[in-house]
């Protein structure tokens, strides 16, 4: 989730409404962040969560992160989010306890939370796009209490969690909540990366690389890293890109001209999510290739079909539906990915307001990705 | 071909020098159209071409037939065209002679020409992209010249000419040299349609209507034709269609709505190549849905990715490869497709000019396709 | 579901056992099919089904009819269904009560019974392979009580039920409960058939009669039917096929390379199940080309190597997942599948013993798939 | 090309005459590998080729290797090669002349030889079956004379040879003539190999090897290697298998089990070509997997049908088509494949007998692959 606006799913009203009335215990207490307006956030004592449907898991959070969209709805951008709302949508914790319609899943199991909440059985979820679930979809710390707390109820709860697998290092799966299914599927899959294959991906942030360590899953002979700041490129480096752009100081286009024989790559990630980086894109990519945005964009972009009505390309957009979770566990577990990587900072889940300060300041901080323990 | 503004290949300048020096014999004569610059055009007499390379064949056209394209040629809005070129891109014939190096044709063979001259041999033709064929592409009655004439010399015969089998009405075959392998590929396959889908074709002129015609070898539930001209939109109904909309008249994203239950449509084919039937497509479509462009675009769109970024949709360019020549020959010859519905009127070739008149009137004329023949 | 020799799915019996326990009520009576062991069945008076977990739907069947697999079973080919088993696995019926945790249907709803069980959220059911499901698959009428019958249990409703139309023609829909996707998914889906390809058909029974309905969806060039009856092949005939050809009383190699220019087909689809026409088959498909198997198969086949190592062959194995149930239901709708055709008999529920006679006589009586109604 | 048995092109008789009249000069001399029936083989002196056809090209060979087809020859198990042809049909060498007709080569220029010859024209070559090219096919070393000679003749130059790029390793590049794209496109490609995924390479020869290099391309979670020869299985270790199993002492199908919690793998890798590893596969699959054939049969193999129907399996088979040339180049080139690891012995052209001696006892000489260099 990386939104600076995001699509207001009304029909979550019920739901939500169903939530304040009922999920929420009169008894236990638990601290949690709360979203309070613009600018205004608190880390203070809310009832504990109850399980409200037979489909839910309550799960005790062990470790959880802060994404760059927590950051914009803390500014006020994304107004679907009411105030009193608990934030935060990724995370991986211990069932508590389930409703009676939950069979996956039992008290003690550890659970990876996906950012997607899906219910399994509508017509989008069916065909695997659980980003549009009619009865999910992205909720948590958006429409409903999310994981920046010490307890969350998860909804659909054998459809929205994963297994972790014993031995697992659990810092390394909170990763895997949302932003690798995020540069993976937006990006990499979408983008039809292929062995061989000439890659550019503008933008060297969190989700950037996110696509960058999910792109080597398919052997590219290049990954080209775009960025304006040396030192996301010297991460990208590190990180497995083969060429690197500072396109503040040099010509991103003249110099993929010069690496791809004024072909143009074959697949564009747009990692950015504004209207001079998608332009960009649209320079980049060679007949026959692929733009795969994972932006996410406040305004509409500038498309040159005068140029590329004739191209042969394909533009591809996408909420991430977290249908690959199960394939990124085991890319996990069998070490073809490295997913900690991605973290550079640890706090405890008290200390949270800190965290947002670093986390906001992440050039300053060279910070990717915080965790957030639960201790 | 249905083009406003035209890539330009440089380096078929080569070639067209070549073909001014070498491919025009110094003794017999034909007869052919040549355009003169804007507004200007004329039926004259020419040297016969030459077989120029060994991979080059001579076709003796039998019928031919104008595109779209050819007006805007004839306009001067494609400037890649030179004064004296001999217009004309589609169109069966005879084989008269072949170079030493061709061998799938032979004289006296009855053979379709395709839009696309295809070499066979680079890098884009190896991926069945055609259109973009390093020394072929769109060239025919555009950097060499072309069909409307009463000889025509095709380079790379062996893969740019098709049989046509003993029987066929040629007639019906001269729509699989542009409109109906653009309307296919562009619109139908890009749009990836599938059984019970809901697709919409914004434009029922005679490319949106290629798109209706080969949409239904795909058995969608639902093809709505949305234009503002209720004749096109009566034919297109005669074609297949199973709601039209007159967007002059009613809100076409309303009605879509309606018809789709507010999801939008799986598939929107856009057949008219201005910013407002793309700007409408983005309306239309539906999560997980595609906007495949057909339309040939002479300036930038608006690309609203500030609503789309989130809703897994793809868009997809591509100039027609003709690479599904060989399938929809089959589909004519099984009865699977009746191209001859697009033909209305009939012309000696000899008669271009008032057949350019006619076709140049289309809503005057009730035209479609206009068949010319060398008689 | 067209099966000699079934899967056991050992991991229902507790399943089973529950439902044995818990899902018949004390009280209300009903009447049903029963499978007493080899060539013993009864229309005899059950206790009526109760909701047993909270994803259970209660139906009263509307419509329902008769597999070639309830006649397996019926002979005692089937050994994992017990003495005692309500037979019948297709039907549309309404719901007369729901458990707690179904959200997609309500008392009163018309619904269409799929003869796979899919739980929606194992594995299996994630990667739209139902028939695997790891807590269903083919269950009804085989390991839990089935549709031949007054009212039936549907475990996991909300992703094995699907709602019907207002209006919608019911006894046509019960031909999408599974010979229909079974013919489509597994025949022409898994066969690729496209448009202006050549496919074959072995078998003209109602598998493979309803694999050449579905088929068309994708205006192939050519489908041969190849049966030794002659009545199967001019329905056949009269369902689309382009030829056909009697084995037994022609070669039917000989034919089809007569057909194909020597080529082969490029899908084959068998819809027997025994080694002679599965060989048949093999000598059918030519390079590249796909053989489907739809038939299920009680002994092992010899697959010539020796031969197809290196012909770049695809075969293809399937048990119906009724993943295409809402696609085939649009097709339905939108009157491209004409599924009322497959009808030939039909019967009063009641009279169900009678509607085994004529149905086990299917070459005598001319049937195809017989109709109960519940009255 | 590991063949034993192998299929006879008729048609390219007439090519193997004109070849026999016209393609050999009368007058300069050159050294070459003749097959003399079986058992005997001779380096002796024959004529060198000249150019033929018009699109022929001939090379100077600068290194070639011996296939495991070669041996089958050798030992008469291929009785379409006819007595005094020249062996071979992989290598890298230079231009000496090109045909009228070849635009993609001129003399001097460094090419990689493909097995397979593609005239780039026929209907097999535009769907991208080269193998089954109606002009081509493999032919080298079989139906017209080959590369193990200082000396060959390439016919369909422009679409059968691939430009060497400066400054690569030659040696590593006769790894793609053959044996890397055969492990690539019947095993890697035909087996859906994907992230995560769990795959069996069943024979740890030279083309498992092959199988298990490409593989990785994906990154699979798990290449479990099957062969009961530990010095193969040793090999396959440090190539990159995640588990490896001798089934001369183990039970492959119980270690495979117990390895996938009983599930089967996703791909199964048929690298030997004879019933019992075939049946192997059978018994590895799981639900929803592929089994690829790459092994050369010459018998047929019993199909367990009978369990295998409602398995949703699919069965490859394929000759290679060499497709993925330009792709394995990047990534040989992009250091994505070390192909060099193949090769474990060195000889000079002209001890070629010794180098087939070596290559004969594989086993006992630790051979994998042999380089002969033409110096």
Redesign the interface.
Known sequence: MTTT???VKTKQTGLLAGETKNGIGPGEKMKALLYFGPGKKSWEEKPKPLINE??DALVKILKTTICGTDLHIMKGDVPTVSVGRIIGHEGVGIIEEVG??V??FKKGDHVLISCITS???????????Y??CE?GGWILGHLIDGTQAEYVRIPYA??SLYHIPAGSDEEALVMLSDILPTGFECGVLNGKV????TVAIVGSGPIGLAALLTA????P??IIMIDPDDNRLATAKKFGA?QIINNSKENAIERVKQLTNNKGVDTVIEAV?IPAT?ELCESLVG??GTIA?I????????????K????????????V?T?TT??????V??K??DSKQLITHHFKLSDIINAYDTFQNAAREKALKVILSNE
Chains 1, 2, 3, 4 share one sequence.
């Not at 292929?194 to 294959?197: D, I």
């Not at 080597?216 to 052997?219: D, E, I, K, R, T």
Request: aromatic share 6%; net charge positive; glycine share 10%.
């Open positions: 606006s995001v699509p037979p489909t009676t319609a069979s996956n219910c399994g059985k509508c017509d989008y979820c069916k065909r695997g796009m980003s549009h009865n054998d459809t292929q062995p061989g294959n080597q899953f398919y052997s002979a290049e083969t999510g998608f007949p026959g945005n932006g996410v964009h406040g305004k509409s972009v500038e498309l040159h079909l005068e590329l009505w004739s191209h042969n390309i394909t533009i591809t957009t996408r909420l539906d249908v199960p394939m990124l566990l085991k890319t577990q069998s073809k990915l």
